[in-house]
């Protein structure tokens, strides 16, 4: 069973979310054309949809991920990503 996810009160859940992905990208974890379902954001960290929404936009405003209109958002190549 996975360990519910613990949040800073003092920054926004959105952004916690975007830094965790963030660290799951560099590692590797998450290779390029990896999918980012919202929908798994929501379940993982026990958040509303809008939150995940704006934890993906941050990601995309970093080039970390980039979405295709109707098949979802994935990991962009590391040449893409804003440092």
Do not use: C, N
């Amino acid at each position: 069973m996975e360990e519910e996810w613990q949040f800073d009160p003092t920054s926004p859940k959105s952004a916690q979310i975007a830094e965790e992905v963030e660290r799951r990208i560099r590692v590797g974890e998450y290779p390029p054309k990896h999918p980012i379902y919202e929908v798994r954001l929501v379940q993982e960290f026990g958040v509303a949809r809008e939150t995940a929404r704006k934890a993906t936009m941050i990601l995309r405003g970093r080039g970390l991920i980039f979405t295709v209109r109707g098949m979802g958002s994935f990991v962009a190549e590391s040449s893409q990503w804003a440092d």
